[in-house]
């Protein structure tokens, strides 16, 4: 079975940027996948990010981009805040009526 | 403005059944596909169903297929989802979430469902 792979945690300065990818145990990520990104918070809904490999969500700061960096999907923060410091969470589409979520990355900034 | 308000859950014993419902409003409920995503205690994400936006299809993941049914009630703009045979590891808050194109763009505001004897 497919895994979708994402870093587990990642570290980023105060207005500092940070590229988090989202990669598959077996073969390249494309746009053919329709990646998306989702930030988490506990006790709260997901908020989505970007969908469609780079299409921002209403509302979302273009500080959040989306794009395919080699052979994995990319969410970059630019400019981190401290209210940026959460799970992320990648999906790709794998066809044939399937999605699968990355085990996530939790975004410190300090 | 898009609202997705869920209703349903609670506690039940290992075995019964639940039903999640999710209310849409402030679009055009019948153009959209819509899923069922679930985040047990201290895990990540998991999708659970989706049902595409005529109801013609609909799909799960492995370890729900033949106990979970996905639907939607266009008259009503709700989307459901049917929880039989509930196992301890079904616990997670569920969220409902309405799919612009082969992905998730608003979410309900989650229901948590604990299945424990």
């Known amino acids: 079975q497919t895994v979708v792979t994402q870093e587990p945690s990642f570290s980023v300065s105060p207005g500092g940027t940070v590229t988090l990818t989202c990669g598959l145990s077996s073969g390249s990520v494309s746009t053919t996948y329709y990646p998306s990104w989702y930030q988490k918070t506990p006790g709260q809904a997901p908020r989505t990010l970007i969908y469609?490999?780079?299409t921002r969500s209403f509302g979302v700061p273009d500080r959040f981009s989306g794009s395919i960096l080699g052979n994995k999907a990319a969410l970059t923060i630019t400019g981190a805040q401290a209210d940026d410091e959460s799970d992320y969470y990648c999906?790709?589409?794998?066809?044939?009526?399937?999605?699968?979520f990355g085990g996530g990355t939790k975004v410190t900034v300090l | 403005q898009v609202h997705l308000v869920q209703s349903g859950g609670g506690v039940v014993q290992p075995g019964r059944s639940l039903r999640l419902s999710c209310a849409a409003s402030g679009y055009t409920f019948s153009s959209h596909g819509m899923h069922w995503v679930r985040q047990a205690p201290g895990k990540g994400l998991e999708w659970v169903a989706a049902?595409?936006?005529?109801?013609?299809?609909?799909y799960y993941t492995d370890s729900v297929k033949g106990r979970f049914t996905i639907s939607r009630d266009d008259s009503q703009n709700t989307l459901h989802l049917q929880m039989n045979g509930l196992r301890v590891e079904d616990t997670a808050v569920y969220y409902c979430?309405?799919?612009?194109?082969?992905?998730?763009?608003?979410w309900g505001q989650g229901t948590v469902v604990t299945v424990s004897s």
């Open positions: 979430a309405r799919d612009p194109l082969h992905s998730f763009d608003v």
């Open positions: 469609s490999t780079n």
């Open positions: 999906v790709l589409y794998m066809g044939s009526g399937t999605w699968v």
């Open positions: 049902i595409w936006y005529d109801g013609s299809e609909t």
